[in-house]
C-alpha cells in the first residue's frame, strides 16, 4: 500500500503536467499568430524567449527575469506589451495580470488579432 503522502504528490504532478500543457497551448496560439515558431511554446525558458521577441523586447530581458523584484516588474511590462500587440488596452492587461491562463487562450485562440510587436510601436 502506497504511504499517505505519495498519493497526493502524483495527484500534484498531474495538475502541474496538465498546468504546463494548458499553457503551451495557450502560448502556441499567441506563437501561431505571431508568425514565431510553433514548437517553442512546448519548451520552458525557449517559449519566455519568444514570448520577449513577440512583444517586441530584446532577447536578453530573459536575463532580467533572473533578477529578483526586478523579474516582477519586467513581468508586468512585458504582460503590458503583448496586451498592446494584439490590439488591446488596460482591461486585458488587467486580465493578463489576475487571470493570464484564461487570458492567454483568448488572445491566442480567440478573435483577437496580432498586431506587430508593441516596443517597436513605441
Do not use: E
Not at 502506497?2 to 504532478?13: C, T, W
Not at 533572473?66 to 498592446?84: E, F, Q, R, S
Amino acid at each position: 500500500m502506497l504511504a499517505d503522502g505519495s498519493a497526493s504528490v502524483g495527484l500534484y504532478f498531474g495538475l502541474g503536467i496538465f498546468a504546463y500543457v494548458l499553457y503551451a497551448l495557450a502560448f502556441a496560439g499567441i506563437f501561431k499568430k505571431a508568425d514565431q515558431p510553433i514548437w517553442a511554446a512546448f519548451i520552458p525558458i525557449v517559449n519566455t524567449f519568444f514570448l520577449i521577441k513577440t512583444v517586441g523586447r530584446p532577447g536578453w530581458w530573459i536575463v532580467l527575469l533572473l533578477i529578483p523584484c526586478v523579474n516582477i516588474i519586467v513581468g508586468i511590462v512585458i504582460l503590458w506589451d503583448l496586451a498592446k500587440s494584439f490590439g488591446h488596452g488596460v482591461g486585458t492587461f488587467i486580465c493578463l495580470v489576475l487571470f493570464s491562463f484564461l487570458t492567454l487562450l483568448y488572445l491566442g485562440f480567440g478573435q483577437s488579432q496580432y498586431r506587430g510587436p508593441a516596443a517597436a510601436q513605441v
